[in-house]
């Protein structure tokens, strides 16, 4: 998934700090289907052993056979947190991948091959953690 590399120690922590709302945004796979009681939980906020999560954008994309595919939206990062999130209501995550951080997108860039951000979008980082 997508990962940011950066030696602006200040740009890492507001990125990765929950006060900053940087969005991420991932794609993954669960067992089973979400209920619409499920998705709004999520949607709400979900309680985990250590407090309320912030509230998550989630979207079904495509239910398989046995699982499901979602793509969900969080700003806060906490360890594991898409994962202890769905197992708080029932679900296990078989797959997950973060494909967005703020503006910039993973696309299709193949695994384990990497590109320098462009200057419009070190820019748009800076910017959205009130850095520039």
Do not use: C, W
């Not at 398989?64 to 806060?76: C, N, Q």
């Amino acid at each position: 998934g997508l990962l940011l590399l950066t030696n602006d120690g200040e740009l890492a922590f507001r990125l990765t700090h929950p006060r900053y709302k940087v969005k991420k945004k991932y794609i993954a796979e669960i067992t089973g289907y979400l209920s619409d009681e499920s998705l709004q939980e999520l949607r709400k906020g979900i309680m985990l052993e250590d407090g309320m999560t912030a509230p998550a954008d989630v979207n079904i994309l495509r239910e398989k056979e046995f699982s499901s595919i979602v793509e969900i939206t969080i700003h806060e990062g906490r360890k594991r947190q898409i994962r202890r999130m769905f197992q708080a209501i029932g679900h296990t995550v078989t797959f997950l991948k973060r494909i967005a951080v703020d503006g910039i997108f993973l696309g299709n860039l193949p695994l384990g091959d990497f590109r320098h951000l462009t200057s419009e979008e070190v820019d748009s980082l800076y910017k959205s953690v009130h850095l520039k």
